[in-house]
């Protein structure tokens, strides 16, 4: 929990460190503490998994599969199609912060990965997600 802040998340490490470790049984050593051993599986396969989560920067109008979740299935492909076109539109500093938080990411999260203060990573999520919510509801008279 430590590691993932997530029970589900942690539970899935735990038993990715079990299989790693059977796999590699033989390069156990008797002499060595296999609670410090399993820890060190543990703690690389998580810096792995995170590393592997890294996104490029502005790199929606290369990726083919982004997709937006949207419940309605009869307007989706026209939808996501449509989302999609406006989020190529966005300005890049809000492409990827708001691509992350689409796709799940905390905020601090996101900081993390864009190394900027927490208050511009929020401002941005929030600027890009008033131009979409413009962009799709009409124009009042």
Request: hydrophobic content about 35%; charged content about 30%.
């Given at each position: ?46 810096v ?26 009869a ?26 938080f ?17 208050g ?22």
């Open positions: 929990m430590k590691f993932t802040q997530n029970e589900d998340d942690a539970k899935d490490l735990i038993q990715d460190t079990l299989i790693k470790a059977i796999v590699n049984w033989d390069k156990f050593r008797d002499d060595t503490n296999i609670k410090g051993w399993l820890f060190i599986i543990m703690r690389n396969l998580f792995n998994q995170y590393r592997k989560k890294k996104y490029i920067t502005c790199p929606i109008e290369q990726a083919e599969d982004f997709q937006l979740r949207v419940n309605n299935a307007e989706s492909n026209m939808n996501i199609q449509y989302i999609n076109s406006l989020l190529n539109k966005l300005p890049c500093q809000y492409q990827q912060p708001l691509q992350m689409i796709d799940g990411y905390k905020y601090q999260e996101i900081n993390d990965k864009l190394k900027g203060p927490i511009t990573t929020k401002n941005r999520i929030y600027k890009a997600r008033k131009i979409l919510i413009k962009a799709l509801l009409p124009e009042e008279n």
